[in-house]
């Protein structure tokens, strides 16, 4: 396999599931932010009229908060294999996990680093998705006595009101995070056709998690790489 045929090469990163459940979370969020912002600042009260007005910003705000519920529930019904490998790996660290942050910090100043080996989930995916879960307990948490009022203490709703704003404030800055380093980070851009297609290019799936690409190869489920003559693996 010639170096051009080694880069062309895909494979399969994530499952469907995953990629719809990606997707409807993106849109949401994004989605619930904008119709968030004339709640938060007049600045933005020029947002109602795109909207048709208060009600209807709400009435959109209320339909995408449970839009972004339902991701969780997608993921896991269709591919919960890959859903509980995922909370397997959050609960997981050991020291190269934390030899990773060094050589990030090298990596996203742009001096020299080195890979270190990786499961199916970086430690820095594995710090993005714990605070993206806090998210969302606080902004879900918060949501319902804001939505029904009625039915909670007065104290707890003005408690709700604040702790909505922390997780839409913290939120907002992770996401932030998040889209540099996978969509504008050059060593790390392309694997965002993961969350688009499912697949990665092989060699940068090799060098950024090691451990699982060597475990696929293993199983005959990926290419490898290093030697041309096994490389008659489908789907490669």
Known sequence: MSKQQSSEVQVKRFSKAFVWAHGINAIAFIGLYITALPMYTDWFNWLYVVFGGPENARLIHRILAVAFILPTFIWLIFDHKGF???LKELVTWKKRDFQFFSEF???LFGFKFKHVRQTFFNAGEKINSILQIFCAILLIGSGFPMWFPDLFPSALVQWSYFLHNVGFGLG????????????IHKHSRPGFTGVITGKVPAKWAKSHYTEWYEEEVKKGNFPDLDDPKKNKKKGA
């Open 84 to 86: 509980f490998m995922w």
């Open 105 to 107: 910090v090298k990596e």
């Open 172 to 183: 907002f800055a992770v996401v932030l995070g998040h889209i540099y380093l996978s969509v």
